[in-house]
């Protein structure tokens, strides 16, 4: 096969994960990097041996670039991903796909006017531990499930990233609460309905750099969601809580339960008890190339192989959408107090072809 030319936007935190992993598959080939900032996209630029575009349309008028990857700031994604799929670019965002259902909507909506494929992150259900784990519920181990407890203790952000204001701006729900929504929805199809309370625990933080920030979005969302398939949730996200806390998510059925202690992470510990036994590792489907992080770039490599073979991507856009739908519709209950009734849809998720 071809290798597809790449160009990332964003060139900030994130993006040196994606590309030490980007690099090594022999399906794409890093064309270049564009930032507002330019002193970061020359220096990722010449770490890589790839251009520094100056602006995103001199990014987009390079016919060499088949794919974009947005690693910008949240409230940047609609904007860059609607450019770049109009200019004719395939694009895989990362997480949110947009602040607004509206928006995520019509980024599908272009996409599949222009015969273009539309990608999003998390694809952290595209992990080995995570393939594991949902092999385990397809293969009937523990039953039908119909309860689910997901925790996303994220930490406080501005402990560790230089630049942690945007993260605050959209809140934890947005920010990583999308990473078990993303991976229960892959697992189950899509939500139905959405109760919330949201509320800021900490008002006032403080960056490294020592500048004070003022926090007006709730910083701690509790959600329970009610699937089309029938399970019962609990997603508890937030920016309070250190992460070595509570981390993972459990899935209860009729006959047992199934523990997946880090949704992030693909060398994470699965473990499975029948009820009334006791828990037991199991071993993964296959060994994960690193116990620590997930691959944040998986999907480009699964993007770019599925262009080839002209099937469908696994990390749809319409998913993505579903989950801003989700996301949206959250926020909305924990202000009226009221549970929220969720229409949207997407077409179903399919395990990676070395877990089926
Ligand atoms: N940091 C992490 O650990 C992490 C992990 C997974 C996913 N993410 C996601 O990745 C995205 C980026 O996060 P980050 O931590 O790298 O943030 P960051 O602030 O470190 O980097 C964002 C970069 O985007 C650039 N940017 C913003 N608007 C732009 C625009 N209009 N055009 C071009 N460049 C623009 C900024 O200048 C900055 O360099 C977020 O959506 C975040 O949710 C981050």
Redesign the pocket.
Known sequence: MGRYGIAI???????K?YVRDMVRYPEVELIGV????LN??RELAKAYSCTAFIT?DEMLADDRVAIVVN???????F??TRRCLEAGKHVH????LALTPEDALSLVQIAERKGLRLGC??VTWMGEAQQTAWKKIRDGDIGDVRLIYAEANHGRIETW???PV??YE?GPFF?VGVYPLTLMTAFFGPVRKVTAVARVLQSERTTKTGDPFHVTAPDCVITFLELEAGQLARLTTNFYVHDTCQQGIEFHGSEGSLHLHDWLHFGSKVSLCKYGEGLEETPLVRPSPRREN?E?SRAIQELAKAIEAGRPHRATGAHAAHVVDVLASAMTSSRTGCAVEVTSSFPPCRPMEWAE
Request: overall charge negative.
């Open positions: 936007v964003g060139c900030g935190n994130i993006a994960a564009q930032d507002l900032n970061r996209a995103l690693l910008t700031i949240h409230h940047a994604h904007e860059i965002s990362e997480k949110p992150s998390p990233h230089p630049n945007p993260f959209v920010d997930p944040y």
